[in-house]
């Protein structure tokens, strides 16, 4: 049962999961009390974050918070079940054509870009929505298609679905999964607003000037607004292009996709105390999931991810986690594992890593089932996907998630 949390001069909220950073449960302190907030939710895969943490959900009224939305704007997953056996993982030759497939039809680092350029119509659309989206349009151009880094991911693996979910029957796929935002025109876009939004709240102590917020009847609340959606789209042609590519390269058939998006806002209709009204729902790390929102969540480059049906959890402002959540820094992770001991755990699990860093082995999240098992009133499995053959941005890259 999910653990409610009551504080005068706070809008009060609960708290999924337990054994939580004391430091992720005060940065959602903080957000409950500004006085734009209307209601809020802590998913069981948080962890600190800048201004919201990871995993948090905040619905404002009349406002949005860039850093509620985060860096990497709608960031999201997208699954594609394949029309090729599963037992092409099991061999060391169609190993090796899955992996060119990855190497050559994605890229990955912070500034990886296609030397001829990926095309989508979401080029098309209007760029002139906010002075930064307008300068970064060409950049945005070059990085179609690409993956970026910090904890985005391409991999192919083992889909295992246990009940027929829309046109998809029942029984053992070989998957695409893939993970990544809005690359460096998304982080422009927070960068430059969350330095406006601060500037107008310099009322707010320095330690939550990353909650500062921008009033959506504003002009810069209006450009933000349409940014974000904007990398909405953006976000969402660069995996389509991913897994397009992809299933071209190999030759096959897509025959089913799921995907779901996190570090957005949406507007939505909730009743938090005064009778339905249209809020502001921030979820950073957070994913919808409302009566009948299909969604996935992914545990580790060593363990499985879920393909859920959400059942909008009464207090989640109908959401669930996005993911496992770190359980460590990244600059820690560096210093506590070695890609000996690493590897070999892989190796047992049937794991093999393509590329990736140190500072996104398994050891760095938390137990997926634990986490599963803290929001089962918020989601219900459906199918489950292993994980067998992972590509990260290598060892050194900076991550930009």
Not at 42 to 60: N, R, W
Not at 130 to 137: A, D, F, H
Not at 332 to 337: I, S, Y
Request: hydrophobic content about 35%; overall charge neutral.
């Amino acid at each position: 049962m999910p653990l409610e949390h009551n504080q005068p001069g706070r809008v009060s909220w609960k708290q999924w999961g337990t054994d939580l950073e004391p430091d992720s449960i005060r940065q959602m302190q903080n957000a409950c009390a500004l006085p734009v907030a209307a209601a809020a939710a802590l998913m069981p895969d948080a962890h600190v974050g800048y201004g919201l943490p990871i995993g948090g959900v905040l619905a404002t009224r009349g406002a949005v918070i860039p850093y509620a939305v985060g860096v990497d704007i709608a960031c999201r997953v997208k699954l594609s079940v394949l029309d090729l056996p599963a037992t092409e993982l099991g061999t060391e030759q169609g190993r090796k054509r899955l992996t060119r497939a990855i190497e050559e039809e994605t890229k990955f680092g912070v500034g990886g870009e296609f030397a001829r350029r990926r095309t989508h119509d979401v080029m098309d659309r209007d760029w002139s929505v906010s002075p930064v989206t307008q300068r970064l349009k060409d950049k945005a151009a070059a990085q179609l298609g690409t993956s970026g880094s910090g904890n985005h991911f391409v991999e192919f693996g083992t889909f295992t679905l246990t009940e027929k979910t829309e046109d998809l029957e029942p029984g053992t796929y070989l998957a695409l999964l893939s993970h990544s935002g809005s690359r460096g025109t998304g982080a422009g876009v927070c960068d430059f607003y969350s330095k406006l939004a601060m500037g107008q709240r310099t009322e707010l102590p320095k330690d939550l000037s990353r909650l500062a917020w921008l009033d959506l009847d504003s002009q810069e609340g209006r450009e933000y607004w349409d940014a974000m959606n904007l990398m909405g789209h953006y976000a969402s042609a660069n995996h389509a292009l991913i897994h397009k590519h992809i299933a071209k390269h190999l030759g096959v058939r897509v025959i089913s996709t799921f995907e779901n998006h996190h570090n957005f806002a949406w507007k939505e209709t909730h009743d938090v105390g005064r009778g339905p009204e249209e809020l502001i729902v921030h979820r950073k790390g957070a994913t919808p999931a409302g009566p009948g929102v299909l969604g996935f969540i992914p545990g580790s480059m060593a363990s499985p991810g879920f393909l859920v049906l959400g059942k909008g959890g009464a207090g989640s402002l109908d959401s669930s986690s996005h993911g496992a959540g770190r359980v460590m820094s990244r600059t820690k992770a560096r210093a506590t594992f070695a890609w000996g001991n690493v590897r070999k755990d892989l190796k047992e699990k049937g794991v093999e890593v393509i590329s990736a860093g140190l500072d996104e082995v398994p050891g760095v999240y938390k137990d997926i089932h634990t986490v599963m098992a803290a929001q089962q009133d918020l989601v219900e499995p459906l199918g489950r996907f292993d994980p067998k053959l992972v590509k990260m941005a290598p060892e050194g890259e900076k991550a930009e998630d």
